[in-house]
Nanobody, 128 residues
Framework: QVQLVESGGGLVQAGGSLRLSCAVS????????IGWFRQAPGKEREFVAA????????YNADFVKGRFTISRDNAKNTVYLQMNTLKPEDTAVYYC?????????????????????WGQGTQVTVSS
């Protein structure tokens, strides 16, 4: 069993920054692709960014537009989502998820159903 715990959310003004962390435990962390998703009230969960198990490839949603950066530290079993130039429309609960299929190409990691394990989420609120 794999456990994922998100942290780093909070309240920030528009234009500010936050760094989310996703701590993974229970299995060999380096064997998992990791993705970030978000869900705003009344909306469907949407893909934000993903990083392959090796850390060498990343993929971002179009709306990120260079504002967010996903990275991983396999020595710390942690994935980060650095979010800069935050906008009120970034307000949502942010979730990280783990995909055990290390051979999976990057693009399919946009799909939430590809992931095997999910964290409980961390709230990000951006005020205008």
């Amino acid at each position: 069993q794999v456990q994922l715990v998100e942290s780093g959310g909070g309240l920030v003004q528009a234009g500010g920054s936050l760094r989310l962390s996703c701590a993974v435990s229970g299995r060999t962390f380096s064997n998992y692709n990791i993705g970030w998703f978000r869900q705003a009230p009344g909306k469907e969960r949407e893909f934000v960014a993903a990083i392959r198990w090796s850390g060498g490839s990343t993929y971002n949603a179009d709306f990120v537009k260079g504002r967010f950066t996903i990275s991983r530290d396999n020595a710390k079993n942690t994935v980060y989502l650095q979010m800069n130039t935050l906008k009120p429309e970034d307000t949502a609960v942010y979730y990280c998820a783990a995909d055990a299929t290390t051979s999976r190409p990057l693009l399919p990691l946009r799909e939430a159903y590809k992931y095997h394990y999910w964290g409980q989420g961390t709230q990000v609120t951006v005020s205008s």
